[in-house]
């Protein structure tokens, strides 16, 4: 009995020592536990925050997506507006380079218009200048006529002298050669 009593106290320090590495174990099992759970919260805080900051993201990276597409539309609008504003410059271009070209042909009708106004008042005045002489040389045709029928009359009187009817004739011709070869101060001209 003796060995059953040494071997009842060796397995009671047994189950004690055993009992007691259990119960050591299953503290720092449960302190191991505790502090896990904790990270554990710690982490699932952290994802959700991680989740809330990634759909902030997606929703700031739609806008932006949605901002770019506006603006590559916009883009799209000012390049179409460019190219068309280009090919109105270019047509205004044209047009003022026509308008130039009708304007020097019309400025240079205008020169020749004014030249031959010019030319047509020349031929005006020299109108009015020939008329002039001509209404002159009229006057004095008929002042020689008259002066001719004088001169006849006297000259069919039988008391005149053939001497006063020489002078007479020969100032009357050199009167006539006078006003023929000379050309008549007209005024204005």
Known sequence: ???????????????????????????????????????????????????????????????????????????????????SLTELAASREDMIKKVKAELKEETSAKERLEGQLAAQADLQEKLTTSENVNSQLQ?????LESQLEAHNANAVQPDSSAESASSAEDTLSNDAEESLFTEPHVEGA
Not at 32 to 51: G, H, I, M, P, T
Not at 139 to 143: A, F, L, T, V
Request: glycine fraction near 2%; charge should be positive; proline fraction near 0%.
């Open 139 to 143: 006057s004095r045709i008929s002042e």
């Open 1 to 83: 009995m003796s060995w059953y009593k040494n071997t009842n106290n060796l397995i009671s320090v047994c189950l004690c020592v055993v009992t007691c590495i259990l119960a050591f174990n299953y503290w720092s099992v449960s302190q191991q536990s505790v502090v896990l759970e904790a990270r554990v919260r710690v982490c699932n805080q952290k994802e959700l925050d991680f989740n809330g900051v990634a759909s902030e993201c997606k929703k700031r990276i739609s806008e932006l997506h949605d901002k770019i597409s506006i603006l590559n539309s916009d883009k799209e609008v000012i390049a179409t507006q460019k190219n």
